[in-house]
Nanobody, 124 residues
Framework: QVQLVESGGGLVQAGGSLRLSCLAS????????MAWFRQAPGKGREFVAA????????YYADSVKGRFTISRDNAKNTVLLQMNSLEPEDTAVYYC?????????????????WGQGTQVTVSS
């Protein structure tokens, strides 16, 4: 089992920045590819960004490319999502997810574990 706990969400004005953190506990963190997903009110959960277990490769949704950066620190069992130039359309609950192995996960059903989510609200 892997437990994931997100933090860092909040209310920010458009153009501002937030940094989300996901702390993992349980099984060996470094054996998992990690990702962030989000779910806006009335919409399905969508992929935001992913990072391989080594941190050597990252992948982003087109809607956040150039604005968001995913990173990880395996020594601290933490994955981060730096979000810059935030837009009202980024408002959502953000979820951290883990997938055992080296492949990216961009689909909801490709993940083995989920966090409880953290709310991000961007005002215009």
């Amino acid at each position: 089992q892997v437990q994931l706990v997100e933090s860092g969400g909040g209310l920010v004005q458009a153009g501002g920045s937030l940094r989300l953190s996901c702390l993992a506990s349980g099984r060996t963190f470094s054996g998992y590819s990690m990702a962030w997903f989000r779910q806006a009110p009335g919409k399905g959960r969508e992929f935001v960004a992913a990072i391989t277990w080594s941190g050597g490769r990252t992948y982003y949704a087109d809607s956040v490319k150039g604005r968001f950066t995913i990173s990880r620190d395996n020594a601290k069992n933490t994955v981060l999502l730096q979000m810059n130039s935030l837009e009202p359309e980024d408002t959502a609950v953000y979820y951290c997810a883990a997938r055992l192995g080296t492949a990216f996960q961009t689909r909801v059903n490709e993940n083995d574990y989920w966090g409880q989510g953290t709310q991000v609200t961007v005002s215009s």
